[in-house]
């Protein structure tokens, strides 16, 4: 089993900046790729950005630019910068473990392990 607990949501004005963490326990070294997902009220979880332990990064097309994804392989967390974030940037924010080959398509139900999320919202 793997365990996630996102932390580094909070209540930011527009224009402003966030910086999630994902921390990861358990069987870590199973875990191939991470991802960060988003869910806004009423509507879809969405793929934000994904990672490969090669490396590789996968991104959402209206996400390039603002948003970054990283890890750290020693701390066993993943990262995702916001910059520049905008109202309709408002969601909880997701981690996930285990996408799997497809996991640079950013399908929610290619991941195998979900954290409980961190909200994020963004004031105009």
């Known amino acids: 089993q793997v365990q996630l607990v996102e932390s580094g949501g909070g209540s930011v004005q527009s224009g402003g900046s966030l910086r999630l963490s994902c921390a990861a326990s358990g069987y870590t070294y199973s875990i191939y790729s991470m991802g960060w997902f988003r869910q806004a009220p009423g509507k879809e979880r969405e793929g934000v950005a994904a990672i490969h332990s090669d490396g590789g990064t996968s991104y959402a097309e209206f996400m390039k630019g603002r948003f970054t994804i990283s890890q750290d392989n020693a701390k066993n967390t993943l990262y995702l910068q916001i910059n520049s974030l905008k109202p309709e940037d408002t969601a909880m924010y997701y981690c996930?473990?285990?996408?799997?080959?497809?996991?640079?398509?950013?399908?929610?139900?290619?991941?195998?392990?979900w954290g409980q999320g961190t909200q994020v919202t963004v004031s105009s």
């Open positions: 996930a473990a285990e996408g799997g080959s497809g996991w640079w398509l950013l399908r929610p139900a290619d991941f195998r392990y």
